[in-house]
């Protein structure tokens, strides 16, 4: 194995956990950039000495293995911080995502017996009460005793807490250990070495904390003493403003989900921009499509790998595929490829018996990848992660579908339940449901990924009011909405509501998901009146937004989000206007002024020279 910093063959590495690699790296290269956000520039020995501050700063405070630290800290080097100075104390985090609902935050903080969330003084003035919950400013943690952190971490002690959708109406926390954590680095490494080709690493971190890719990208980069590149909170979800990072900071490994790998690439063919720094991009969490601008754009880039990366976040990543030469020849549906040192891949049918290699099954997962389970859900763990064989070792069953290939890979082929993959973020339709069932307006429910026109999936809500609604109502549909709105993070809130009169039932007395009617392309019932667009720019506008959102009539006043627009879709919107008005929209000027009327006046006040239109 070569060293992805240097090039050179590199020593195997010691048994230890990740953290600890990092520390060597700050002895071997103290003065190179660890960490890089919004023009700031911090050495590894400057994070090293922070971290290790936050560290003695937790132990002060009583923490140690097996204490969970909850982490609500903004895109910054202070968030590398935070998560460093944590596993040096010997303690877990539990990343908490700011924006999520109050009672979903405070559910995941007492399952995780979570008594201090380490933030900044000014994430903290927007926190909610919550009793027995110290709120403590990163830097206040830090101020005291300084020195090196060096308390033993056996790999098998808990490494951090990540919640995701759960089918009974709350989320469940995957519990991880350090040593898949350790086996996932090292695999990184070797992978990282081969594509780099010993240029030194450096990584755009472009997931959340809450998702588990952030650990990859950051603890890979580090043990191998590359410099980790935080874009802010908005330029990550703006194209344009990630294809400039990517060339000013020269970044060369970079991990996108599907759906804005597609976005990027849309944008730098559109814009003839080939990154050319770039040596590996790294996309997974869905059904990898090779569209035109993906094959253009790899095109224009020779020297940089697409790999196609497998694993759950009850075992992280466990089979990868690297496609490379000519993108022309790639697979329309690449596989997910082989299993990676330390994973083990069976499939199996629902017996639990292994099936012939080319037959479909559900994937079943083994080996050192495996976290401990459900954090606190004994009965839930011990239906997922199974001991088919008396003193055989555990497995994880997973719930997709697959098939071994004859060259020892494997395919994917969806899903054996109704979980789906909205924005990247998993969704157990079952949550939703359970949640919008409590309302008291809501006869009956059902919750459904649809197509999309343009490829991704959306979430539709079919509801059963338990009462019409009179001709002087206010329409329900704003009110469900804003109900789960308060009570779910904004990927599992449906974009497309469908009032019903009942729902289908199969033979067997079960709602019958395949005879729910499709999502009509008319407008949808909005608190806000119609009001036909009145000017030139309105009209274009509009139209810009039907064509995106697939409706048949926009209003002058209506919101684009309300409209079952996301952040996502918000950006071919900007795109779309753009391309007509030949100037550059981006995505904070459209969540400014998110209704048609207020767009145009935008435009208006704005661009020199608006086209007419018909």
């Known amino acids: 194995m070569q060293h992805p910093s240097t090039g050179q063959p590199a020593d195997p590495l010691p048994p230890v956990c990740v953290h600890a690699l ?33 560290a003695i700063g937790l132990r002060n405070r009583g923490s140690g293995a097996e204490s969970l630290i909850g982490v609500c800290v903004p895109r910054s080097p202070e968030m590398v911080i935070a998560v460093l100075g944590i596993l040096l104390s010997g303690s877990a985090y539990l990343p908490v995502d700011a924006q999520a609902p109050p009672a979903r935050v405070q559910h995941m903080l007492a399952t995780g017996v979570v008594h201090t969330v380490l933030t900044t003084a000014a994430a903290r003035a927007a926190w909610p009460e919550l009793p027995g919950l110290e709120l403590a400013d990163i830097n206040e943690v830090a101020a005291g005793p300084t020195g090196p952190a060096d308390w033993p971490t056996a790999l098998d002690d808990l490494a951090y807490v990540l919640f995701t959708s ?75 403003h990630l294809l400039a990072i990517i060339r000013a900071e020269e970044i060369t490994s970079l991990f996108l989900p599907l759906v804005a790998l597609q976005e990027l690439a849309d944008t730098a063919v559109a814009a003839q921009h080939p990154a050319t720094s770039l040596c590996e991009v790294m996309t997974g969490g869905q059904q990898l499509v090779i569209t035109s601008s993906i094959t253009d754009w790899f095109a224009a880039m020779p020297g940089c790998t697409l790999q196609n990366i497998y694993g759950p976040s009850e075992t992280h990543l466990v089979t990868a595929l690297d496609l490379q030469g000519d993108p022309s020849r790639w697979p329309r549906l690449p596989s997910i490829g082989h299993p990676i040192d330390g994973a083990q891949l069976s499939v199996r049918n629902t017996a639990g018996q292994p099936v012939p290699p080319g037959e479909p099954g559900e994937l079943w997962i083994s080996g050192t990848c495996l976290a401990r389970g459900y ?132 033979s067997s007395g079960k709602i019958d998901l395949r005879a729910l009617p499709d999502v009509p392309r008319q407008r949808p019932p909005l608190t806000t009146p119609l009001v036909l667009p009145r000017t030139t720019t309105e009209r274009l506008v509009a139209a810009a937004w039907a064509e995106i959102l697939d409706l048949d009539l926009v209003g002058a006043d209506d919101n ?46 704005n661009t020199e020279a608006l086209p007419r239109i018909p």
């Not at 950039?33 to 501050?53: F, I, N, P, Q, W």
Request: proline share 8%.
């Open 166 to 240: 759960g089918s009974t109406g709350l989320p469940k926390g995957v519990a991880m250990s350090h040593r898949p954590l350790r086996n996932l680095i090292e695999h990184q490494l070797a992978a990282s070495a081969a594509h780099h080709g010993g240029r030194r690493m450096r990584t755009m971190q472009f997931t959340p904390l809450t998702f588990d890719v952030s650990f990859l990208d950051i603890f890979s980069t580090l043990a191998a003493g590359g410099t980790v590149v935080l874009p802010g909170e908005h330029e990550r979800r703006d194209p344009v």
């Open 22 to 54: 990092v520390r060597a790296q700050a002895q071997r290269v103290p003065d190179a950039d660890a960490v890089v956000c919004d023009g700031r520039r911090m050495s590894y020995r400057e994070l090293m000495a922070a971290a290790s501050a936050v």
């Open 375 to 506: 954090f606190g859900e004994p009965a839930l763990t011990a239906e997922r992660f199974v001991t088919p064989d008396p003193g055989g070792p555990r497995h994880y069953r997973t719930g997709d579908l697959a098939r071994e290939l004859p060259d020892g890979g494997y395919q994917f082929l969806g899903r054996t339940d109704d979980q789906v993959k909205i924005q990247g973020v998993r969704v157990e339709p079952a949550e939703i449901e359970s949640i919008l069932i409590s309302h008291p307006g809501v006869a009956a429910c059902a919750v459904v990924a649809r197509d999309r026109p343009g490829g991704e999936k959306r979430l539709v809500a079919y509801v059963v009011p338990r009462r019409p609604a009179g001709p002087d109502d206010a329409h329900p549909i704003g009110e469900w909405r804003g109900f789960l709105r308060s009570r779910l993070p904004a990927p599992l809130v449906p974009t497309a509501w469908m009032c019903q009169e009942r729902l289908p039932l199969t």
């Open 560 to 605: 684009f989000f309300d409209l079952g627009g996301t952040s996502l879709l918000a950006i071919r919107a900007a795109r779309r206007l753009g391309e007509r008005l030949s100037t550059e929209l981006d995505l904070a000027t459209f969540f400014e002024h998110p209704t048609v009327a207020q767009m145009a006046a935008h435009l208006t006040a």
